[in-house]
Structures are given as C-alpha cells and as structure tokens.
C-alpha cells in the first residue's frame, strides 16, 4: 500500500489514450461548472391523470430527485463531487472511500454500472463508503497503480493509503472488475 502525496488537480485540457482514442479530459472546474449549470434545470413531474378503465395508483410515492454526480451508479447513495472531497470526507468521517474509474461511452463501464446499481446487497454496503465516480483522471499516480484504465475500482482507507492489495481478478489489469465479478466486488468492499 502507498501512502497518497499532494492533493493534485488534474489539469485542465489534458489528453489520454482509452482504449486506442484519446480521450479529452476537460478538468474538474470545468465538471464544476457544467454540474453548477444543469443541477437546477433537473425536475420531475409526475402524471397524476387517470384514463378511463384503468385504476388509479393509490401508492403514496414520492418522486425521486436524480442525483448528478451518482451517474447511474446509485441515485439513493450520496456520492462526492471532487477527489479532494472525497479524501477529505474519507478522513474526517473515518470511512473508506471506493473510487470508479469509468466513461460513459465504454460499453464495459456502463456493463459494470448496470449489474452495480441492480446489485441490493452491493447499493447496502456502498453505504459504509464515501464514494466517488470519476469520468476523468486524477493526476495522483497512487490511483493508477498499473495504468490508467476503465472500469476499474480502487479503494483508500481513511488513512489516505490506497489498499493496493484489494484487486480484482486479473493480473494484468489488477483493479478492473465485469459485470460477473459482483461477488468479488462485494468480498472487497467487505475488506476494505
């Protein structure tokens, strides 16, 4: 396990290849401010007409708010906005934070969100965690042990060390984790 430096920010403009593209990463000001400008334009309406012959629904449900910065991962969780937030939360609540690494237009992170956010006992434990879901890269190279790749989970404990020795199963992507690999996921959340 290695102990996290500086609270680096990653820089604004930069490039990484993601699977043979070059991803643009834009920067977390610039996540900042797009999440500042479309949080409130987010509403629920809910239908409450009846059609003639169907029954009405008479369960007292409220609607729930979508929570922007889950993205898809677990809208009932609380998840943070920024890697500094989250190492902060991490150490003054005494939690350890689970960080995905993702992008929304890979088809194995958005496998791995899906079987995630249907997985109960998973969303149950994620609970005990501070949680943070990144569509970029931090430049805190404690976080891409062995290369920067998506999907892939790390987890920090409240020390600030990454757990280093909580893997997945393969030995050349050692954080990357599929859909079948719920199980896993879950004994690693147990361990961290």
């Keep these: 396990a290695s102990t996290l430096g500086s609270l680096d920010r990653i820089a604004a403009g930069s490039h990484r ?3 043979g593209e070059t991803q643009i990463c834009h920067g977390e000001d610039f996540l900042i401010s797009i999440l500042a400008a479309c949080g409130p334009l987010y509403t629920l309406a809910k239908d409450t007409t009846v059609k003639p012959g ?6 007292d449900s409220q609607p729930k708010l979508p929570q922007t910065l889950s993205r898809g991962w677990g809208d009932q969780l609380i ?3 920024t890697y500094e937030e989250a190492l902060y939360k991490s150490k003054t609540s005494n939690k350890p934070l ?3 690494h993702h992008l929304d237009e890979c088809p194995h992170s958005q496998a791995l969100k899906k079987a995630f956010a249907e997985n109960k006992e998973i969303q149950k434990l994620a609970e005990q965690f501070v949680l943070l879901n990144l569509v970029y890269e931090t430049t805190d190279k404690h976080l891409s042990p062995d290369g920067q790749y998506v999907p892939r ?3 920090v404990d409240p020390s600030l060390t990454v757990r280093a020795d909580i893997t997945g199963r393969y030995s050349n992507r050692l954080y990357a984790y599929e859909p079948s690999d719920t199980a896993l996921l ?3 959340m147990k361990k961290a």
């Design 186 to 188: 879950l004994d690693n």
């Design 98 to 100: 689970m960080i995905i």
């Design 54 to 59: 169907a029954k009405k629904d008479t369960k």
């Design 153 to 155: 989970i790390l987890f």
């Design 79 to 81: 998840w943070t906005q």
């Design 17 to 19: 290849q993601v699977g």
